[in-house]
Structures are given as C-alpha cells and as structure tokens.
C-alpha cells in the first residue's frame, strides 16, 4: 500500500440493500409514496427497486430483520440514502408529494451545492432528497476550497416551482 490510489472518477455507488422490518410497508414508502418501480420481488423477503428501469437502485429484505425493531440512532450504521433528483422542479414535485400525504420530514436544508429534504422510511433509516446545483454555481472560499453549509432551505421558493 505504498502507491496512493485515487478511485477513477467515473466510479459511482450503484444501489444500497437495506435490512427492513416489514417488507409490504418499506415497498409502500418507497414505491407508493417516493415512485420507485418494483423491479422484482422474492416474496415476503426481499424486493429490488428502481428509477427509470434500472435492474435495481434500492435492495430491501427481511432475512434477518422481520418483526425488528428500528436500529438505535446512536448505534452504528447507516445514516441516510441520498436519492438524487435531475432538477431542483423535480425536488420540488416530490416535496409536494409528502406534504399532501402530511408525511413528516426530519430537515430541509440548503448547502450550496445542493438543495435537500430528509425524512426516515418506515424503519428508521434516514434518506435524503435532493437535487445538485450546476458545478458553476456552487460556492467557494477564496482560496479555492468548496464552502458547502447548511443553511435552511426556502420550502416555500422550492414550492414556486411548480407555478
């Protein structure tokens, strides 16, 4: 391990497997109410979803979590799913959604580079929506260094996107 590495800059983290409780109600929030596709299904066991027919985005299974409770918040694991929307009207369709099904979110922040909401699924697990302001217009120190913050973010201007 003498020769530094850097990981190639078309690599991409390609889906995430979450452990769930109950798999019937994990396939609601993330296909009923986020609009994920079901792309397969092993029975009460596990489903694979996606966007825009991908073989899979998010895992979900029960093999060795049905019936469990939620992971304690101060034990290690996952902190959140960022699911990464095209546009900031995309966002800003997806926020209308919760808010007409009055599904509660944790946090709506703006940190430069990108605009956010989060909210936990039925388990717990915390997942992030958002969507990437362009390169060109992303904050810097000046010295060159990236100034990401977190700032809250403007729900209402967000909504104006719709018209």
């Not at 396939?27 to 092993?42: M, N, V």
Request: aromatic share 12%.
């Amino acid at each position: 391990m003498d020769e530094l590495y850097t990981v190639p800059a078309q690599t991409r983290i390609g889906h995430v497997h979450l452990k769930v409780s109950d798999l019937a109600r994990s396939l609601d929030f993330y296909c009923g109410l986020l609009g994920f596709e079901l792309t397969t299904r092993y029975g009460r066991q596990a489903a694979f979803v996606s966007a825009g027919g991908y073989h899979h985005h998010i895992g979900l299974n029960t093999w060795h979590s049905e019936g469990e409770p939620p992971a304690s918040v101060r034990s290690p694991g996952l902190y959140h799913t960022a699911i990464v929307y095209p546009t900031r009207r995309d966002l800003a369709v997806i926020f209308d959604r919760l808010r007409k099904a009055q599904y509660p979110l944790t946090g709506a922040s703006d940190h430069g580079v990108s605009e956010a909401l989060y909210l936990d699924d039925p388990d717990r697990n915390g997942v992030e929506l958002y969507w990437d302001r362009p390169k060109e217009q992303w904050p810097y120190f000046p010295d060159g260094s990236l100034n990401m913050y977190t700032r809250t973010l403007d729900l209402n201007g967000l909504l104006a996107e719709l018209g």
